[in-house]
C-alpha cells in the first residue's frame, strides 16, 4: 500500500544560496492523527500521546508562525495544536538544530497539548509541489490542505483555526472550507487569548524587532563586517584544509578582544596546528558568538598576535608570543541561547540618543556581545534581570537584533540572581507534572507501599540473611546506596554493595523517564538543589531507608578472607531491609572505637542492654572490616596509579533571615573515603560486565589523561619550592604529588594538587561503540573501565547503566529489555547532552557558592570588619599581579600590585602596604615592585600575605570579589593554625571543631524550618532539609563522583 514519490527539497542556506536535494518519499493510506476524535484510531495506529479533549478548536500554525512564534506555542496555555511535519521540516532547515529541538522536546513533553501530524506521508495530504511555485507557497498550501483533511477526518467535529502570516494565504483560504478558519497569528492571540498577556506582550515585541530589521536592511548604510561564505565553501575549503573548523570561545577577562578557536574533530589533524586558534577583535569574529560552530582561515604568520597574560583589563602589558591566528568566514552552527541582559540606565538610554527604541543591553556573561532590543519599555526594566533572544546578526550592524521575553528578577535580589544563575546555564525546573505523578507509586499511612509477592518470588530476598546498613550525610533522605559484608560458611567474606531500584519504579519511555533524561542530574546550588525525580521515589520507596523493605540492585563478591582477592561476583535484583542509616560522624567514631556515639544513633535506642550490645558488636566489626577491605582496594589502585586530587569546597552558614553567617572549608573523613572506595569497585565491575555483553552501546565514563602543556604551570610552581612533578604517567604524579610536601605548609601541597586538577579534563560519559577502547581508560581513578552505577536517584546517567545491567544479566529471557536500549548512535547522542548538563550543573553550583560569598562580604566595611582580613597564599605570578588563595574561605582571586593609577605596591618593614610610584619586574617565580625611590619588595609563589577582602559590584554582571595585598607578612589571626591544617592531612580535632560549628548552625535551621518550607515548595524541592545536610550531600556528591568539583 505504499506510494513512492521523489521529494525535491530546495534548502535555503543562510547565505541564501539554494541547495537541491532529491529524496525518494512514500506515502500511506494512515498516519497517527492523534486526535481523540478520530473514527479508526487502530487504522491510524494513535498509539503515542493524544490532544486533549476538552478543547473548543484545534489549531494548527502555519510554518513561519512556528518559526517566528515558536516561544509563544510553548505557553502550555495554548492548547490543541497540531505541527504538520512541513512546518517542522520548515524549522528544522531554516532555524537550524537547536529550535529543531525545542520543537521536538515540546511535542514529547506530557505537558504541553500539542501532537506531530506526519502530513507529508498521508497520501490524501501530500501535495506535489507545483512548477514554479515558491517553496513558502508550498508549504502554506500543503498545511492549508493537511488541515481540511484533518477536520474532515474528525467527522467535522472540531473546528480547526489555521494561523499564518501569509495575507495572501488569508485571502486565498480564509472561507474556502467551512470549519476550517484561516487567520494572523496576532488575530488569533487577541481573539481567542485576551487575557493571556505574556503572550501578547512576547508577540509585540517579536513583531517590533521584525519591523526594525526590514526597515533597517532597506536603509542599509553600510557593512560592518565582511559576508559569510556559503556554506559549499566552507565545506569545500575545510576538506581541502584551507579553513579550520572549531567551537568559539571568548575570553570572559577580555571579551571585546580576545577569543580563541578550539580545533574540532579532523580539523586538528588536517591542519597540524596543535594549539587554539587566537582570533583577535570584534571585526575577525565576525558576528560569531560565544559557543558557536565556526570556519576560520588563518592569517599569514606575520599578522599573528600573542595571548594576554596580565590580570584583568590593564593596558599596554606584553602579550605572549605570538599564535596561530585567524578570522572567521562562516558560521556552521549558532548556538543562540536564552541571555538574560541588564538594560541600561535611565541617565544611559539618554545617552544612547536618536534610536530610542532600540536599547543597548549588556549581557550578564562577558563573552557575549550587547544586544539591540526595540522595546518602549527600558525604563521599567532597568531594575530587573530580564532575558532576552537574538533574532539576527546582520552584516550592516555592529551589534545582534533581540527581543524581550521576560523579567527574572530585581538586581542584587537573591532570588532575581539565583534565577539568573539557572537561566544562563539553561536549566529550567518546573514542577513535575500531572501526568508524570499518576506514573508513580503510592505510599501513605492508609495505603502503605508493600514488597509485591511477584517480586518476592523474582528476587533475592537478603533480608533475614546480610547485615545491610547505610553511611550518609547526617538528615539524607535520598539514599541511594548501602552496604554489607559478612562472612562466608567457606570462610571467605561477602562484601556487598546494593542500590536503589529505580528502574523498577521508573520504565524506559514513560513521561517520567523522559522528565529524568530531560533534567539529566539533580541540580545542586550553594543553597538549594533541583530534583531528578519527585520526592514519592527520590526520599521514600527508592531511598533505601533504615527498617523498611526497599527493592534494590545488588553486586556481592566473595573476596578471600585474608587477601581480599575477588573470587566470585554476583550481580542481581534482591529485596533488603537496611538495619541502620548512619551518618558519617557517627560511622566516623564507630570506626575510632568511640562507642558513646551509639546514643545518636537511633536504631539503638530502643534496644535493651544485652540485644544492644551483641547488635553493636556485629556492627563495629562490619564498619571495621569494611574499612579495611576498602584500604586494601585502594591500595591497590594507589599502585596503578590513582590520584588523590583537591578542590576546594565551601559551607555557606545562613543565619535565620537567610543572611550569611560564615563561609567554612569542609573537611573530609576516612569513612567518606570507604564508602567511596566501595561505590568505586561497584562502578568498576558494572562497568566491566555491561561492556562484556553489550560492547558496542554501553555506557561508560572515561577520563582522558591531561595535556602536558597545562602541567607546566604545576612544575614550575612545584620547582619554586625545590619539589619535583612527574606528569609523565598518573602513577608517576600521583607520586610525585605525594612527595611534595611542605612540613611548614601543608597549604603547599594542596595548593599543587588543585594545580594538578585544574590541569586535568573533565571525565566524560560516552557510548562504547564510538570511541576505541584504548580510550576507554579512566585517568583519575586509574581503572579500564568505569561508569555510574551507584546513584541513580540523583544522575540519569545510572538509570541507563542499571537498565543495561538488568538487560545483561537476563540471559535472553526477557528480549523487550534489551529492545529499550539505546542503540549506539542515539546513546552516544545523549551522553553528550549529560555530559553538557553535568557542566552546567558545575557551572551552576560554582556560580551560585560565588554569589553567597560576595553577599557574604558584600555591605561590610573592609576598613574595620574582621572578616574582611585574611591570610592568603600566593599560588600563581601574572606581570601586573599575583593570584591568591585564601584558606580560610576557601575564595580564590586576583590582588593587582599596581593599581590604576599606575602607582606599584610597596611595603613598609612592618611589612603595611602603600601605593607609591614605580615599576614591576616579572620572574618565573616571582614579581618584584621597585618604587622609584629605590624601595623594592618581592612577592614569591607560596608566600603568605595579609589581604584585605572586598565586593566589587556589577550592575549589568554578577558582583565579583576583589583581593588587596595590604601586608606582605602572614595575617596571624588565633585560629590561623587550625585554617592552615585544613587539608586532608589531618583531621580528628580541627574536624570536630568544624562539625560542631556546622551543627549548631544546623539547629538554628531546625527552629526555622517553617520558613524555609515555604520556599522548597516554590522551588518544588523535597522539603524539610536542613541547609546542612544539603551542602554535606554537595560535598558527598564531590566525593563519589569526584568529576563535580575535581574534574575526574
Ligand atoms: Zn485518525
Known amino acids: 500500500m505504499l506510494q513512492k514519490r521523489e521529494k525535491v527539497l530546495l534548502l535555503r542556506t543562510f547565505q541564501g544560496r539554494t541547495l537541491r536535494i532529491v529524496r525518494e518519499h512514500y506515502l500511506r493510506p494512515s498516519v497517527p492523527c492523534n486526535s481523540p476524535l478520530c473514527p479508526q484510531p487502530a487504522v491510524c495506529r494513535n498509539d503515542g500521546k493524544l490532544l486533549s479533549s476538552d478543547v473548543t478548536h484545534y489549531m494548527i500554525p502555519d510554518w513561519k508562525v512556528v518559526q517566528d512564534y515558536l516561544e509563544i506555542l510553548e505557553f502550555p496555555e495554548l492548547k490543541g495544536i497540531i505541527f504538520m511535519q512541513t512546518a517542522c521540516q520548515a524549522v528544522q532547515h531554516q532555524r537550524g538544530r537547536r529550535q529543531y529541538n525545542k520543537l521536538r522536546n515540546l511535542l514529547k513533553d506530557a505537558r504541553h497539548d500539542c501532537v506531530l501530524f506526519a502530513n507529508e506521508f498521508q497520501q490524501s495530504c501530500y501535495l506535489p509541489r507545483e512548477r514554479g511555485e515558491s ?60 487575557d493571556l498577556k505574556a503572550t501578547h506582550e512576547l508577540c509585540e515585541s517579536i513583531l517590533q524587532s521584525r519591523r526594525e530589521r526590514e526597515n533597517e ?28 573548523q572549531g567551537t568559539l570561545n571568548v575570553n570572559k577577562h577580555r571579551a571585546q ?92 538610554v539618554q545617552s544612547q540618543g536618536k534610536n530610542a527604541r532600540k536599547i543597548l543591553v549588556t549581557p550578564w556573561d562577558y563573552r557575549i556581545p550587547k544586544i539591540r532590543i526595540s522595546t518602549q519599555q527600558a525604563e521599567a526594566l532597568q531594575d530587573f534581570r530580564v532575558v532576552v533572544r537574538i533574532d539576527s546578526w546582520e552584516s550592516t550592524s555592529m551589534y545582534p537584533s533581540g527581543h524581550f521575553v521576560r523579567v527574572l528578577g530585581r538586581i542584587g535580589d537573591l532570588e532575581g540572581e539565583i534565577a539568573t544563575i539557572l537561566v544562563e546555564n539553561s536549566i529550567s525546573v518546573v514542577p513535575f507534572s500531572e501526568a508524570q505523578m499518576c506514573e508513580m507509586p503510592v505510599n501513605t499511612t492508609e495505603n502503605p507501599w508493600k514488597v509485591s509477592s511477584e517480586e518476592e518470588r523474582e528476587r533475592k530476598d537478603l533480608r533475614k540473611t546480610h547485615l545491610v546498613f547505610s553511611i550518609d550525610p547526617r538528615g539524607c533522605e535520598d539514599v541511594d546506596d548501602t552496604l554489607s559484608v559478612r562472612a562466608l560458611d567457606n570462610g571467605n567474606l561477602e562484601l556487598g554493595v546494593h542500590i536503589a531500584d529505580v528502574t523498577h519504579f521508573v520504565t524506559s519511555h514513560s513521561y517520567i523517564d523522559i522528565e529524568a533524561r530531560t533534567r ?16 514519592i521515589l527520590s526520599a521514600d520507596v527508592c531511598s533505601l531507608l533504615g527498617g523498611v523493605d526497599r527493592y534494590a540492585v545488588s ?26 542509616k548512619l551518618f558519617y560522624e557517627a560511622a566516623q567514631e564507630l570506626l575510632d572505637g568511640n562507642v558513646d556515639i551509639v546514643d545518636d544513633i537511633p536504631e539503638f535506642r530502643d534496644m535493651d542492654e544485652k540485644s544492644r550490645q551483641a547488635k553493636l558488636e556485629e556492627l563495629l566489626w562490619a564498619i571495621g572490616k569494611l574499612t579495611d577491605i576498602a584500604r586494601h582496594i585502594r591500595a591497590k589502585r594507589d599502585r596503578c596509579g590513582a590520584l588523590g586530587l583537591e578542590g576546594v569546597e565551601v559551607c555557606i552558614q545562613l543565619d535565620e533571615k537567610k543572611n550569611i553567617h560564615d563561609l567554612i572549608p569542609k573537611q573530609p573523613l576516612e569513612v567518606h573515603e570507604t564508602v567511596a572506595e566501595c561505590m568505586i569497585l561497584a562502578n568498576h565491575w558494572v562497568a566491566k560486565k555491561i561492556y562484556e555483553s553489550f560492547p558496542r552501546q554501553a555506557l561508560l565514563r ?18 619554586a619550592k625545590g619539589f619535583f612533578i612527574d606528569t609523565r604517567s598518573n602513577k608517576a604524579l600521583a607520586d610525585s604529588l605525594d612527595n611534595a610536601n611542605d612540613p611548614n605548609d601543608p597549604i603547599v601541597n594542596w595548593l599543587l594538587r588543585s ?43 545510572d538509570i541507563i547503566v542499571h537498565r543495561l545491567l538488568m538487560a545483561a544479566i537476563s540471559k535472553d529471557k526477557k528480549m523487550e529489555i534489551k529492545e529499550n536500549l539505546f542503540s549506539n548512535k542515539d546513546l552516544e547522542e545523549l551522553c553528550r547532552y549529560i555530559n553538557n548538563r553535568n557542566r552546567a550543573a558545575q557551572h551552576s553550583q560554582k556560580q551560585s557558592t560565588e554569589l553567597f560569598q560576595c553577599m557574604y562580604f558584600k555591605d561590610k566595611d573592609p576598613e574595620t570588619e574582621e572578616r574582611c582580613i585574611a591570610d592568603g597564599v600566593i599560588y600563581s605570578i601574572r606581570t601586573n599581579g599575583v593570584l591568591v588563595f585564601i584558606p580560610r574561605f576557601g575564595i ?46 618581592t612577592f614569591h609563589l607560596f608566600d603568605h600575605v595579609t589581604v584585605r577582602i572586598s565586593v566589587q559590584a556589577s550592575r549589568c554582571h554578577s558582583d565579583t570579589i576583589r583581593l588587596e595585598i595590604i601586608s606582605n607578612k602572614p595575617y596571624m589571626m588565633p585560629d590561623t593554625e587550625l585554617f592552615q591544617q585544613s587539608s586532608l592531612l589531618l583531621k580528628s580535632d580541627l574536624v570536630k571543631e568544624v562539625t560542631r560549628s556546622m551543627e549548631e548552625a544546623q539547629l538554628a535551621q531546625e527552629v526555622k524550618v517553617n520558613v524555609i518550607e515555604k520556599d522548597y515548595q516554590k522551588y518544588c524541592q523535597t522539603k524539610g532539609r536542613s541547609l546542612y545536610t544539603l551542602l554535606e550531600e554537595i560535598r558527598d556528591l564531590a566525593l563519589l563522583d569526584v568529576s563535580n568539583s575535581y574534574g575526574i
Open 755 to 797: 594545580m594538578a586538577t585544574q590541569a586535568m579534563s573533565n571525565a566524560l560519559y560516552f557510548s562504547t561503540g564510538s570511541c576505541a577502547e584504548e580510550e576507554f581508560h579512566h585517568y583519575g581513578l586509574a581503572l579500564d573501565k568505569y561508569t555510574h552505577f551507584t546513584s541513580p536517584i540523583r544522575r540519569y546517567s
Open 702 to 719: 572515561r577520563h582522558p589523561p591531561p595535556h602536558q602543556e597545562f602541567f607546566s604551570e604545576l612544575r614550575e610552581c612545584a620547582k
Open 892 to 937: 580564590k582571586g586576583a590582588a593587582y600590585l599596581k593599581n590604576k593609577d599606575g602607582l606599584v605596591i610597596s611595603c613598609s618593614p612592618d611589612g603595611h602596604s602603600e601605593w607609591k610610584p614605580g615599576s614591576l619586574q616579572r620572574f618565573q617565580n616571582k614579581i618584584t615592585s621597585t618604587t622609584t625611590g629605590g624601595e623594592s619588595v
Open 135 to 194: 517553496m513558502e507557497k508550498w508549504q502554506s498550501r500543503s498545511i492549508y490542505n493537511a488541515a481540511t483533511w484533518y477536520y474532515h477526518h474528525c467527522q467535522d467535529r472540531m473546528p480547526i483555526v489555521m494561523v499564518t502570516e501569509d495575507e495572501e494565504a488569508i485571502q486565498q483560504y480564509g472561507s474556502e472550507t467551512e470549519g476550517v478558519f484561516v487567520i494572523s497569528f496576532k488575530n488569533y492571540l487577541d481573539n481567542f487569548w485576551p
Open 520 to 535: 539529566a542530574t539533580t541540580y545542586y546550588l550553594a543553597d538549594r538543589r533541583y530534583d531528578m525525580l519527585p520526592s
Open 555 to 580: 553486586i556481592m563478591w566473595e573476596l578471600d578472607k585474608t587477601s581480599y582477592e575477588i573470587k566470585k561476583v554476583w550481580y542481581g535484583r534482591t529485596i533488603i531491609r537496611s538495619a541502620y
Open 257 to 348: 578582544i580576545e577569543a580563541f578557536v578550539r580545533l574540532q574533530g579532523a580539523s586538528s589533524k588536517d591542519s597540524g596546528l596543535v594549539s587554539d586558534i587566537l582570533i583577535h577583535g570584534m571585526k575577525a569574529r565576525n558576528r560569531s558568538i560565544h559557543g558557536d560552530v565556526v570556519v576560520v582561515e588563518l592569517l599569514p604568520k606575520n599578522e599573528w598576535k600573542g595571548r594576554t597574560t596580565a590580570l584583568g583589563e590593564n593596558d599596554g602589558e606584553s602579550p605572549s608570543e605570538p599564535m596561530p591566528t585567524g578570522r572567521v568566514v562562516g558560521i556552521l552552527q549558532k548556538n543562540w541561547r536564552d541571555y538574560v541582559v541588564t538594560f541600561p540606565s535611565k541617565e544611559e
Open 217 to 244: 536592511s532597506q536603509e542599509s548604510h553600510g557593512k560592518e563586517y565582511p559576508e559569510h561564505l556559503p556554506l559549499e565553501v566552507l565545506e569545500a575549503g575545510i576538506k581541502s584544509g584551507r579553513y579550520i
